[in-house]
């Protein structure tokens, strides 16, 4: 018995199974996990060692080339990157598309441990970090305020980073643009010299008491106890009261020569928005989340932090991926509506009745195809809502075919459902060369390798599983609608069907007739035309993604001075937020490149390099920076 026929005659057993086929489609796109790109492992990593004080040349000769003299031997290294500053290297290294990403961490850590001992043992950091495309920040907001001090805008940042990392769905939490506090010992010149002191003493003193030093053991009965020195600093007090010297058997302390306080360090960013002073959090999604309902979360968690905060400071959302999204979602909606639109007017020569059959067929195709994503451990990104954009214009086909003939039959004088029978049975071998030719169009994508090829699956398998769902349904639920819905309208049909004929014959029956005559010129006439769109191409371009379409770009900026690329910053329309350049000395400097190496950037950061001979403690915006007021004194030493 054919499909066909099966379907028209157990019309109960086809109504109740798509019945249900529409009801979990409907389901799982309520379920399916949705963010803006598509999320998959890729066996990415990236080794970065931090060695403070080197130039890139002792790097490279005392960290680079032992690290990729040993990662070059693993198997299946497609390719090694590494990128040099002073006093820090990024080792890139990815290995061959299809490997496990999981067992090739394990490789590169077992390597890196292994050698570790080898390096030079003032290696400060050497971290594996792991490629990671589900980690990307869907949200970020600023804490801003200019006459708030950097520390309450940190302690702020800090409990809304906890607040956000308890809302279901969202991972890590991470701030930006706070600098790191420090405490600055400003020496007195006259009190040091009528005491005798000089300031090397000073840093002498903090130095030694910065030190973790082995004081020997003491033996409790039948036990030993090893007793160590702490050399931690907990508060400004006690290194207040750090003594220098013995003096007339009187102890000289740090505070009786120097004037201690805390305040804020040399800034790594100066993050702001809407021209104030900011501190950025943004906050990432778990993998395998809907981002709307995250959203919701995270909305709800900063109506009422935001009810919370003190006078001066204000709550600025500044990015949100799921706009990104719902725009994109919008878009879908947009198209399918003019898909059930265009059928209709399309479809008006076979009825009203006929349109309505195969407008059914649009939505059921796209819920199979919903369904089957779902199932097979995809999300809905904007890729596979491209790939559904681009079976709405294919899925039809399928249906159209099917609906056509039945209607030819029922003007034959068939029934409606000896004619749904007998007309889909003639059109099955067609219908299935028809879709078999568009699923094989899309082959080459789903087997595209590397990493693009994972990035871009999800569109070919969106558009290969909506189509395949629209063979099954114009073979099964199109001809039971149809042996139900449909009607003769006469030999002649409508007088919408009666229009189009007179039309086809009077303008393209004429064309088809030449061109038949004139088979040479026929192909030569094709032959220019394709020759004519292949040097189009040229002029319109080539590039395997589109661009995203959304409203930032980026700023880069090079200092000349210094020879350095800077890093980047995002522009949200009117929203600007991007650090200003400094001058970032010594192991900062080291960590800070270390860090951006280390994590996706936020989605507005800016740092850059200048030149060491800037003032410090001038904000280039006219504003004064949240540091203590320097004194008329000479400043020796600092301590974290």
């Not at 088809?512 to 040229?538: D, K, M, N, Q």
Request: glycine content about 8%; aromatic content about 6%.
């Amino acid at each position: 018995m054919h499909v066909a026929e099966f379907s028209v005659r157990r019309w109960q057993f086809t109504l109740v199974v798509f019945a249900g086929v529409a009801l979990l489609g409907a389901a799982s796109l309520l379920s399916i996990p949705k963010a803006e790109d598509p999320t998959f492992p890729y066996p990415s990593f990236a080794i970065v060692a931090v060695l403070p004080g080197a130039t890139p040349a002792d790097v490279e000769r005392l960290v680079v080339d032992p690290l990729e003299a040993r990662l070059s031997a693993l198997d299946g290294v497609k390719t090694m990157r590494t990128t040099l500053r002073d006093g820090v290297a990024a080792v890139g290294l990815e290995f061959l598309a299809g490997s496990d990403p999981a067992r090739k961490r394990d490789d590169v850590l077992r390597e890196v441990s292994a050698l570790r001992p080898s390096l030079p043992a003032e290696l400060a950091r050497l971290d594996v970090q792991q490629f990671d495309a589900a980690k990307v920040n869907v949200i970020e907001v600023a804490l801003a305020g200019d006459a708030v001090p950097y520390r309450e805008l940190d302690r702020l940042a800090r409990a809304l980073e906890k607040r956000l990392e308890a809302v279901p769905g969202v991972g890590d939490a991470e701030i930006a643009g706070v600098p790191e506090p420090e405490v600055r010992v400003a020496v007195a010149p006259e009190r040091m010299a009528a005491l005798g002191i000089s300031p090397g003493e000073v840093i002498a003193a903090l130095g030694a008491g910065a030190t973790a030093l082995p004081a020997g053991a003491v033996d409790a009965g039948a036990r030993q106890l090893s007793v160590k020195t702490s050399g931690d600093y907990r508060s400004v007090e006690e290194i207040r009261e750090t003594v220098v010297r013995i003096a007339s058997g009187r102890a000289v302390r740090v505070g009786d020569v120097a004037d201690v306080r805390l305040a804020d360090g040399e800034p790594v960013h100066l993050a702001r928005v809407d021209g104030r002073r900011a501190v950025l959090v943004a906050a990432a999604q778990k993998e395998g989340q809907n981002i709307f309902e995250v959203k919701e979360g995270i909305a709800a968690a900063l109506a009422a932090f935001e009810a919370e905060l003190p006078a001066g400071v204000a709550l600025v959302r500044v990015f949100d991926q799921s706009e990104n999204v719902g725009h994109r979602l919008g878009g879908f909606a947009r198209d399918f509506l003019i898909a059930i639109a265009l059928v209709l007017v399309t479809l008006l020569p076979l009825g009203l009745r006929a349109s309505a059959v195969v407008m059914v067929s649009i939505p059921l195709s796209l819920a199979i195809g919903v369904t089957l994503l779902h199932l097979t451990g995809y999300s809905v990104n904007q890729l596979s809502i491209v790939g559904f954009v681009i079976a709405l214009g294919l899925l039809v086909d399928d249906s159209v075919v099917v609906v056509e003939n039945i209607t030819r039959f029922l003007r034959l004088g068939h029934s409606p459902r000896e004619a749904a029978i007998r007309a889909t049975r003639q059109i099955t071998l067609s219908v299935l060369g028809c879709t078999a030719t568009l699923v094989f169009a899309f082959v080459p994508l789903l087997a595209l390798p590397g990493g693009a090829g994972l990035f871009i699956r999800s569109m070919p398998v969106a558009v290969v599983f909506t189509i395949a769902a629209s063979l099954v349904v114009s073979l099964t639920v199109v001809p039971f609608l149809s042996s139900v819905l449909l009607r003769s309208a006469g030999e002649h049909g409508n007088l919408f069907f009666r229009g189009m004929t007179w039309l086809i014959e009077g303008s393209y029956k004429r064309v088809l007739e030449r061109a038949i005559a004139r088979p040479a010129a026929t192909l030569a006439i094709a032959a220019l035309l394709f020759a004519g769109s292949l040097a189009l191409v040229p002029a319109i371009g080539f590039s395997l993604f589109p661009k995203a379409g959304i409203p930032q770009f980026r700023v880069e900026i090079e200092a000349e001075s210094v020879g350095v690329d800077l890093t980047y910053g995002t522009v949200d329309f009117h929203k600007v937020n991007w650090s200003e350049p400094r001058r970032v000395p010594g192991q900062r400097e080291v960590d800070e490149l270390a860090e951006s190496v280390e994590r996706a950037a936020m989605n507005v950061d800016l740092s850059t390099l200048m030149d060491p001979s800037e003032d410090d403690d001038e904000d280039p915006y006219g504003e004064e920076l949240d540091h203590a007021e320097p004194l008329d004194r000479q400043e020796v030493g600092a301590a974290r």
